[in-house]
């Protein structure tokens, strides 16, 4: 819309014609000056006058179209399936293609185009594109910037009335979106307006969220589907199991039933790796572990109870409050419990009572972080009361490395996944801390204040750059690090394999010394009551006191002509140096030298 507004008026009106011309000057009038008026003149003293220091500039406005925008969905259904195919039915999917790969013609198909791409391939492959022309320069040593960190953006929870942001998950695919799950752990304080929503974010949106996820209860654990980023697994407060579609919109899709969940919040869910892609477990401070097939949430498929007493009462069980499963080890799992005992289990044991492998016990307090290192699964992690500590497996008496005891309690910890060397704490002060055990080991890295309110919960990206941060307002902070510490470091492998496997022998030998000296000192114990006990039938009490007796006067005797003897040496000492030394003293010294002398040759002799 253009604004035009056109002024109109007569040439009559515009007046006479102005006719400029050259001619000379004109006085038309002087005025001489009045000394009586410069009497009458005050001088103002001070002068206040305003003077603007920045260049003048006029205000413009113009008025233009304000530009809208709007994010749409796409409805897509997949095609090229027969009618009496459901293409969402993993089953008949499977059985047509088993079908249609039998088929003669699909196969003759497939040989063709399989000789059109060799012709490809073998084209490509007539020059090697990947080749090095510079294989033999030596690499120039870059300088190492000092570690840092920057925040990105923010994102604050909506509601009115703020609640924790207890756990936090990325998306699988580009990581491009946040999901934060929302609660109140303060046991039945929650206020009763206080919302169940939680959200996910999309990174380059921070003023509102993308999804709203409605669970009929608070999300304690929050976590994205490694195999189908649409489908979200989240544990609820009152124990449920609940998961999302997020095409489906923001009700929940499947849930748990009460029956048959937990009895505790639930706050550990991880997905499982298996060839459906639907099968995940979880943990609660019930004392049990659980596992689940999202396709039936009506009942688990398996529980464990965490008792290592192995006698599988529930009642003896320890809660658990942090789970850990690495691929690479499909048969192993791990579990951080309330008690600070992180306990190892084998899923395939054929009792129940085998399942639980062994107990690592370190922790003063509850185990809120653990997870393997994700270049030696080996080693794992664990964050609780105030320290952060490595474990590996080979040792489990104790723990091969630890951080200093802060005087902020930690709350979450996570491994660098692309540095095997760098691992990130947070603490109820709001501060985040970076560690690399390579370069210093007795403080952070670099330490970073990153709000004023406790810190709950942490999540590292896959790439290793942006990590986010949940604070006990619902603040969760985007934060990017810097190149040196998301970037793998020359010979860092080696160097961080090398430190756990030196850390890894000298607990051994500690383990071996304090068990041999246990032996001895439970040796000397029982035979020191063995010969109390032959003794004591055989003595009478006079006896035992005339002997006690003889001791104590003994020792007393002993202790006095100790006493004797040091008083004579250091009053001849102090004779000695008071008598000057004569020329005879020197003769019979030497004598004595001459004495000893001849004593050792005929020794050699």
């Known amino acids: 819309m253009e604004i035009v507004y056109v002024y109109v008026k007569k040439r009559s009106e515009f007046g006479k014609q102005c006719n400029f011309s050259d001619r000379q000057a004109e006085l038309n009038i002087d005025i001489a000056p009045n000394p009586e008026l410069a009497e009458q003149f005050v001088e103002r003293n001070p002068v206040d006058t305003g003077i603007q220091c920045s260049t003048s500039m006029s205000e413009h406005e113009a008025n233009t179209e304000r530009f809208e925008m709007e994010t749409r969905g796409v409805n897509h259904i997949e095609g090229g399936w027969p009618k009496d195919v459901n293409p969402l039915e993993l089953e008949q999917t499977i059985r047509f293609r088993k079908k249609v790969e039998k088929d003669e013609n699909y ?70 979106k946040l999901a934060v799950a929302y609660s109140c752990l303060d046991f039945q304080r929650a206020p009763e307006s206080m919302s169940n929503e939680s959200y996910i974010w999309d990174l380059e949106n921070p ?107 529930l009642e003896h069980a320890l809660g658990a409050i942090s789970l850990e499963f690495e691929s690479t080890l499909p048969t192993k799992f791990m579990v951080g419990t309330e008690q600070g005992i992180v306990i190892s289990c084998n899923r395939k ?20 972080a653990l997870q393997r290192n994700p270049f030696y699964p080996k080693n794992f992690l664990t964050v609780g009361d105030w320290t952060a500590r490595i474990w590996s497996e080979d040792s489990r008496e104790s723990c091969i490395m630890w951080t200093k005891y802060h005087m902020a309690y930690l709350t979450d910890g996570a491994w660098s996944p692309v540095r095997p060397a760098v691992f990130f704490t947070t603490k109820m002060d709001g501060t985040l801390d970076i560690w690399d055990f390579v370069f210093k080991q007795c403080e952070p890295a670099l ?3 990153v709000c004023d309110e406790a810190l709950f919960c942490l999540r590292v990206q896959d ?23 998301s970037t793998l470091q020359r010979n860092e492998k080696n160097m961080a394999s090398s430190i756990f496997e030196r850390e890894t022998r000298r607990e051994k030998i500690l383990e071996a010394r304090h068990r041999e000296m246990r032996l001895k000192e439970k040796g000397k114990a029982e035979g020191k009551d063995e010969d109390f006990r032959e003794e004591e039938p055989t003595m009478n009490p006079e006896e035992l006191v005339a002997k006690v007796e003889e001791e104590f006067f003994d020792i007393i005797f002993a202790e006095l002509k100790k006493k004797e003897t040091e ?26 030298e001459e004495e000893d002398m001849g004593t050792e040759e005929e020794t050699t002799a």
Not at 349 to 367: D, L, M, Q, W, Y
Request: charged residues 25%; glycine residues 6%; hydrophobic residues 30%.
């Open 349 to 368: 044991a054929k009792t129940s009572a085998e399942k639980i492998v062994c107990t690592f016990s370190g922790h003063h307090g509850p185990i809120y």
């Open 107 to 176: 196969i003759n198909a497939i040989m063709q185009l399989g000789s059109v791409m060799e012709h490809c391939i073998k084209q490509n492959n007539a020059i090697d594109i990947y080749q090095e022309y510079f294989d033999d320069e030596v690499a120039v040593e870059v300088t190492e910037e000092a570690p840092s960190a920057k925040t990105i953006n923010v994102f604050r929870d909506p509601q009115e009335i703020k609640r924790p942001a207890t756990h936090l998950s990325w998306h699988p695919d580009g990581n491009r």
């Open 447 to 449: 330490s970073l204040k």
């Open 567 to 592: 008083a004579m040496k250091h009053k001849q000492k102090h004779s000695t140096k008071q008598r000057p030394v004569t020329e005879d003293d020197e003769e019979e010294e030497t004598e004595r």
């Open 207 to 313: 003023n509102r969220p993308e999804i709203t996820l409605k669970p009929s209860s608070p999300l304690v654990t929050l976590e994205y589907n490694p195999k189908d980023s649409h489908v979200l697994l989240g544990g609820c407060y009152n124990g449920q199991i609940a998961c999302w579609d997020t095409r489906k919109g923001s009700l929940v899709a499947e849930l748990s039933t009460i029956e048959f969940s937990h009895r505790d919040p639930v706050y550990g869910t991880i997905w499982l790796q298996s060839k459906t892609g639907t099968e995940c477990f979880s943990a609660s401070t019930d004392g049990q572990v659980m596992w689940w097939d999202i396709r039936k949430l009506s009942e688990p498929t398996e529980v464990v109870i965490m008792d290592i007493s192995r006698k599988e009462q």
């Open 463 to 485: 790439n290793g750059c942006f990590m986010a941060c949940g604070s006990q307002l619902g603040t969760t902070t985007l934060l990017e690090v810097s190149h040196g510490l």
